[in-house]
């Protein structure tokens, strides 16, 4: 007779049901796998267990490093994801030559990515999260990401997902407003993407191309 199994995943593991298959993100290694039929085995809960039914199953999670052992599995942060409802997005506003400075702080940021795994990026934008969003949050968005999308057609890299959203909210959180980052994966065919969102509004992207997508991580 088979019993439920729990466990968590490791702190680099993140997961996502889409349909019958279960997506894992190892953001340690860079790398995505789909577990096809993956969830005909394991079930995923809302306060981020894993829940088996068969020990060889568990035995398996465990010798890949998927898994943790540890109590402190229990207590670790895990942002809850809002379904975004609307978009943000600002028309390009003001002078390149004006907006150097911001430009300056975008190139610094490309080049210290290119030179970064994703586990240590993923850090830096947990570092940069503001505690505490300004009264006039809304307008610095709105603003912010008008002088971002000037700037960005002049800077190399930022048609990638990854870096133009790290970029911008690297912008962001300079200027006190706290974002997420969410990433997101849909499978045949396989794709990923990443976006930001402040609260149910989606920031600098379409909405209709993020829903399309099943988020796998928060950052």
């Not at 079930?43 to 060889?56: E, H, S």
């Not at 895990?78 to 390149?96: D, M, V, W, Y």
Request: with cysteine; hydrophobic share 45%; glycine share 8%.
């Amino acid at each position: 007779m088979s019993h439920e199994l729990h466990a968590w995943p490791a702190a680099h593991i993140h997961l996502a049901r889409i349909g019958a298959d279960i997506v894992v993100l190892d953001t340690a290694g860079d790398a995505y796998t789909c577990l096809v039929g993956g969830a005909e085995h394991l079930q995923l809960l809302t306060d981020g267990r894993i829940r088996m039914t068969q020990n060889g199953v568990l035995e398996d999670l465990t010798a890949a490093g998927w898994v943790d052992p540890s109590a402190a599995a229990a207590t670790r942060e895990r942002r809850r994801f809002q379904t975004p409802i609307r978009s943000l997005n600002a028309e390009p506003s003001g002078f390149a030559l004006r907006l150097l400075p911001l430009g300056l702080q975008m190139l610094a940021t490309t080049t210290w990515m290119h030179e970064q795994p994703l586990s240590e990026i993923l850090d830096a934008a947990r570092r940069l999260r503001p505690a505490d969003r300004k009264p006039d949050g809304a307008i610095t968005v709105d603003r912010t990401i008008g002088a971002f999308e000037t700037v960005r057609p002049w800077l190399p890299g930022q048609g990638l997902c990854l870096q133009r959203a790290f970029s911008l909210l690297s912008c962001l959180a300079r200027r006190g407003v706290p974002v997420d980052w969410v990433f997101g994966v849909r499978t045949w065919p396989f794709a990923a993407h990443c976006w930001l969102q402040q609260g149910d509004t989606v920031l600098a992207d379409d909405l209709d191309r993020v829903l399309g997508f099943t988020p796998i991580l928060i950052v």
